[in-house]
């Protein structure tokens, strides 16, 4: 069985592109939630989405957005990128609500 | 604000000797999870576990969600088990929202 597969692994823009991300989930997962992870703030929480609607969104701005396709496929936009954006961006999917969650290998993006 | 605090932040073992995580937090939780992000990124789910005792292998985790606080034990450590453990868990809502400590970053050496 397929893990979660996150493309690309890595990724390097310059402030002021917008780059998208991608997260195929384990078949079956319905669920599929975006992370931040950075030195500074540690783990955090971006959105979710489940069943093509996002039910939940973390602190960040507004040029972070997500959509969810109907084959559960999960991409994640970052407009005008800051430097501060450069993180390692963690996928995670699950069957249902307060289910296991199992993470992708994440991208790493560089704002330069 | 909720929050979830892990200790210790930085362990050092020898191969073969046992250790204690522990991750407290500050209000009733729909669900607790314990993973272990090795050094290239790679976050392992080890347990979802928000009340009671689990074992698997060498690794056995307790939640005692009534006094809000989850261990994690690990037993005759090796090299492999190198890296950073994290508690997250979700307070509640119908997402999969979880809030992650600052984690546990473990040495194993030989």
């Given amino acids: 069985k397929a893990g979660v597969t996150q493309t690309p692994r890595y990724l390097i823009k310059t402030r002021g592109q917008q780059v998208t991300l991608s997260c195929s989930p ?15 703030q540690g783990l955090q929480f971006l959105f979710e989405y489940f069943s093509e609607t996002q039910r939940n969104k973390g602190n960040f701005p507004g040029r972070f ?3 969810q396709f109907s084959n559960s496929r999960s991409e994640m936009n970052v407009s005008t990128l800051e430097l501060g954006d450069s993180a390692l961006y963690l996928c995670a999917t699950a069957r249902g609500t307060n289910e296991k969650l199992f993470f992708g290998s994440g991208t790493q ?3 330069l | 604000g909720i929050q979830v605090e892990q200790s210790p932040p930085d362990l050092i073992l020898q191969e073969g000797a046992n250790s204690t995580l522990r991750c407290n937090f500050s209000d009733s939780v729909n669900n607790l999870q314990w993973f272990h992000q090795n050094p290239w990124g790679q976050l392992i789910n080890l347990f979802y576990i928000p009340s009671g005792t689990k074992q698997n292998g060498r690794l056995s985790a307790t939640t005692v969600a009534t006094e809000r606080y989850s261990l994690l034990y690990i037993s005759s450590s090796q090299t492999t088990d190198s890296g950073v453990y994290f508690c997250a868990v979700e307070f509640g809502g119908t997402a999969s929202k979880l809030t992650f400590g600052t984690g546990t970053r473990l040495q194993v050496t030989l």
């Fill in chain 1, 26 to 40: 384990i078949s079956g997962h319905r669920s599929v939630s975006w992370y931040q992870q950075t030195p500074g």
């Fill in chain 1, 65 to 67: 957005s997500g959509r």
């Fill in chain 1, 109 to 111: 993006l560089s704002v």
